[in-house]
C-alpha cells in the first residue's frame, strides 16, 4: 500500500503557540496538512506559513467540529487521499507516531480507526482505551510498548482512518455539532464490520477538557456548560439509535447518570452546569440535534 496521509486539523479560537507546535510535530510525518477553521479566522497564522504542504480552509463560521471534518475529508479525497489523520488543536504529536500507528496498521485488517495513547499532563496518565463487554467497562490498559488494543472507539485527535473505510461508513454526523462525534463514527464502523485499534507504542499529547476537578486527589476532566449541553444531549440522542448495541447503551447510560449527579455537585457554577446538562438531556428526549442556537460556541 502507497500510504499518502493527509492531516485534517480542525480549530477554533486556537491557542496559535500551541497550534505551532502541533504543525511543527507533523508536517514532516504526514502529506498534507490542512488546517480547517471553524470561523474564529486564522489571518496572521496562515500568513507565517506558506509552506506549500500546509493548506487553510475556512467554514466562515462555527459549523461545528463534525461539519469541519467532513470538510477535510472532502478536500483530503480530491488530494488522492488514502489515509486521513485527525487532530484536535490542542495536541502535539510524537516524532514517530505516525509510523508507528502504519506499522500497526499494516498488520491488521477490516481496520476502522488506529489511534495512539495520550497523555495529559493534568491527568493520570497514560489514560486506558477503552472497551465495553457484556454489561462490564474495561479499561485496557498497555501491558508492553508493542501491545495494540481493539476498542470500541477513540477520540478523534491522532485517529487514523483509512479513506476507503469513510467511502464505506460515510462521514461524520454533522448534527450532533461537537460531542460524541468520534464515539458514534467509530460505533457505526463497528456495526459495519470494522474495528477500531489504540497502539501502545505510538504517542501524542492531547488536553482533555478544561482545568481539572481535583476530587480526593483524582484529577477529574471538566468541560464548560455549554460543551456538558452537547455531551448529555448526544448521548441521549444516540441511545434513541436501534443499532446500537444495548448493553452499550446501559453502560454508557450509567456512567452518563454518575456525570450528572458528579457535576451537578462539584462543578462551579453548580447551577449553570446542572441547566445545561439538565436542557441536554430534555432536547436529547425530543430528538434535538445541530448547534443550540442564542449561545456561543
Known amino acids: 500500500m502507497n500510504e499518502h496521509i493527509v492531516a485534517i486539523v480542525v480549530t477554533y479560537q486556537p491557542d496559535l503557540d500551541t497550534l505551532d507546535e502541533l504543525l511543527n510535530s507533523i508536517?514532516?510525518?504526514?502529506?498534507?496538512?490542512?488546517?480547517?477553521?471553524?470561523?474564529?479566522?486564522?489571518?496572521?497564522?496562515?500568513?507565517?506559513?506558506?509552506?506549500?504542504?500546509?493548506?487553510?480552509?475556512?467554514?466562515?463560521?462555527?459549523?461545528?467540529?463534525?461539519?469541519?471534518?467532513?470538510?477535510?475529508?472532502?478536500?483530503?479525497?480530491?488530494?488522492?487521499?488514502?489515509?486521513?489523520?485527525?487532530?484536535?488543536?490542542?495536541?502535539?504529536?510524537?516524532?514517530?507516531?505516525?509510523?508507528?500507528?502504519?506499522?500497526?496498521?499494516?498488520?491488521?485488517?477490516?481496520?476502522?480507526s488506529i489511534g495512539p495513547r495520550y497523555f495529559d499532563t493534568r491527568q493520570e496518565n497514560p489514560p486506558p482505551f477503552i472497551r465495553i463487554e457484556g454489561l462490564r467497562l474495561h479499561r485496557c490498559k498497555c501491558n508492553t510498548a508493542d501491545t495494540v488494543i481493539p476498542v470500541d472507539y477513540l477520540i478523534s485527535s491522532g485517529c487514523l482512518i483509512p479513506m476507503s473505510v469513510l467511502d464505506r461508513v460515510g462521514g461524520m454526523r454533522e448534527d450532533l455539532f461537537i460531542d460524541y462525534v468520534d464515539i458514534e463514527w467509530g460505533l457505526r464502523a463497528r456495526h459495519q464490520g470494522f474495528q477500531s485499534y489504540g497502539v501502545c507504542s505510538a504517542y501524542m499529547r492531547h488536553s482533555l477538557g478544561d482545568h481539572p476537578i481535583n476530587f480526593f486527589g483524582k484529577n477529574i476532566p471538566l468541560h464548560s456548560p455549554l460543551r456538558h449541553y452537547y455531551h448529555f444531549r448526544n448521548a441521549v440522542l444516540l441511545y434513541r439509535e436501534a443499532w446500537v448495541p444495548l448493553n452499550w447503551k446501559l453502560v454508557d447510560g450509567w456512567r452518563l447518570c454518575l456525570k450528572y449527579v458528579f457535576y451537578s455537585l462539584f462543578a462551579k457554577p453548580r447551577m449553570a452546569h446542572w441547566r445545561m446538562m439538565t436542557l441536554g438531556l430534555w432536547h436529547g428526549l425530543k430528538g434535538k440535534t445541530g448547534k443550540l442556537e442564542g449561545h456561543a460556541s
Open 27 to 112: 508536517i514532516n510525518q504526514v502529506h498534507t496538512v490542512l488546517i480547517v477553521d471553524n470561523g474564529s479566522g486564522l489571518g496572521d497564522f496562515s500568513s507565517r506559513h506558506l509552506d506549500p504542504r500546509v493548506r487553510f480552509l475556512s467554514t466562515g463560521f462555527n459549523k461545528g467540529i463534525a461539519a469541519a471534518q467532513n470538510l477535510g475529508i472532502t478536500l483530503a479525497r480530491q488530494l488522492n487521499a488514502n489515509l486521513v489523520l485527525f487532530f484536535d488543536q490542542d495536541s502535539v504529536a510524537a516524532p514517530n507516531m505516525v509510523s508507528k500507528l502504519l506499522e500497526a496498521f499494516k498488520s491488521l485488517s477490516a481496520v476502522a
